[in-house]
T-cell receptor, first 119, second 112 residues
Framework: GAVVSQHPSRVICKSGTSVKIECRSL??????MFWYRQFPKQSLMLMAT?????????EQGVEKDKFLINHASLTLSTLTVTSAHPEDSSFYIC???????????????FGPGTRLTVL | TQLLEQSPQFLSIQEGENLTVYCNSS?????LQWYRQEPGEGPVLLVT?????EVKKLKRLTFQFGDARKDSSLHITAAQPGDTGLYLC????????????FGQGTILTVHP
């Protein structure tokens, strides 16, 4: 199956600093990438949809100035948590969409996640 | 509003038992996917169902998509400790450009 990588896998930072998380599709070009946040023992919460060369679409309640998304190429999207605070501590997961909307062949592949801890 | 209701949220069973996880919605989905996630890792796709009434089998796992494409189930036969994990259903709608709606998840623990 297709592989999606995330870097770093875990990061610990001080309150007030910014953290950048990279998401790469390794063996396919992703038309769209998605960013999720997950709390312990809970489901995934979609934060934003990222399309190459255009502005990200944020879900309701997600601060776009807080969570900056850049989709520079068809294989790379980055999420920057600006001025991080302890409440931003969470597991952040990206996914990359392989396909162009054909039902059954349009699949999302998930990265391994990034554990962010803000002290 | 949760568009996909997944149940049960927690399931603790003994090795060898059977179990079923359900995902229900009042909305129609063009496809529905099931994922399994282990702690500290990303979700791994198990199956995608597309056609109403479709049944897919993956070893001891059986997936079914409802005739009206509003619900789905995952049945595990003779569960093993290695089946332990978080199971997630996620639906895609035709106009959502790939965006998935996730259920709440089911935490399955299989005791040896």
């Amino acid at each position: 199956g297709a592989v999606v990588s995330q870097h770093p896998s875990r990061v610990i930072c001080k309150s007030g600093t910014s953290v950048k998380i990279e998401c790469r599709s390794l063996d396919f070009q992703a038309t769209t990438m998605f960013w999720y946040r997950q709390f312990p023992k809970q489901s995934l919460m979609l934060m934003a949809t990222s399309n190459e060369g255009s502005k990200a679409t944020y879900e309701q309640g997600v601060e776009k100035d807080k969570f900056l998304i850049n989709h520079a190429s068809l294989t790379l999207s980055t999420l920057t948590v600006t001025s991080a605070h302890p409440e931003d501590s969470s597991f952040y997961i990206c996914s990359a969409r392989d396909g162009f909307g054909d039902i059954g062949t349009d699949t999302q592949y998930f990265g391994p996640g990034t554990r962010l801890t803000v002290l | 509003t949760q568009l996909l209701e997944q149940s049960p949220q927690f399931l603790s069973i003994q090795e060898g038992e059977n179990l079923t996880v359900y995902c229900n919605s009042s909305s129609v989905f063009s496809s529905l996917q099931w994922y399994r996630q282990e702690p500290g890792e990303g979700p791994v796709l198990l199956v995608t169902v597309v056609t109403g009434g479709e049944v897919k089998k993956l070893k001891r796992l059986t997936f079914q998509f409802g005739d009206a494409r509003k619900d789905s189930s995952l049945h595990i036969t003779a569960a093993q400790p290695g089946d332990t994990g978080l199971y997630l259903c996620a639906g895609a709608r035709g106009t959502s450009y790939g965006k998935l709606t996730f259920g709440q998840g089911t935490i399955l623990t299989v005791h040896p």
